[in-house]
């Protein structure tokens, strides 16, 4: 059997940068982020049904600003933009 020569290779696991690190932790915070705010608008619109009504109606009205602002939120991460 031959035998294969690993000098200077690079190692098998890296660990991650700290800019990775953040944008991981922020990536896993995005989610949650996004549920809670969808909730909470949810809950404070009379007659709005999760069943029946898109999520897209909370950019309407006084504090559509709100859900706007909100949209992005799991894209802001990584910086990219869903199409």
């Known amino acids: 059997?031959?035998?294969?020569?690993?000098?200077g290779a690079p190692p098998a696991v890296v660990a991650p940068s700290r800019a990775a690190r953040r944008l991981l932790a922020a990536g896993v915070a995005?989610?949650?982020?996004?549920?809670?705010?969808?909730?909470v608008q949810a809950a404070s619109r009379p007659g709005?049904?999760?069943?029946?009504?898109?999520?897209?109606l909370f950019s309407l009205g006084p504090y559509g600003w709100v859900q706007v602002a909100n949209w992005p939120t799991p894209d802001r991460p990584t910086?990219?933009?869903s199409t």
Request: hydrophobic share 40%; proline share 7%.
């Open 79 to 81: 910086g990219r933009r």
């Open 1 to 7: 059997m031959s035998q294969i020569d690993t000098r």
């Open 48 to 56: 709005y049904d999760l069943k029946w009504h898109p999520l897209s």
């Open 30 to 39: 995005a989610g949650p982020m996004f549920g809670v705010v969808v909730a």
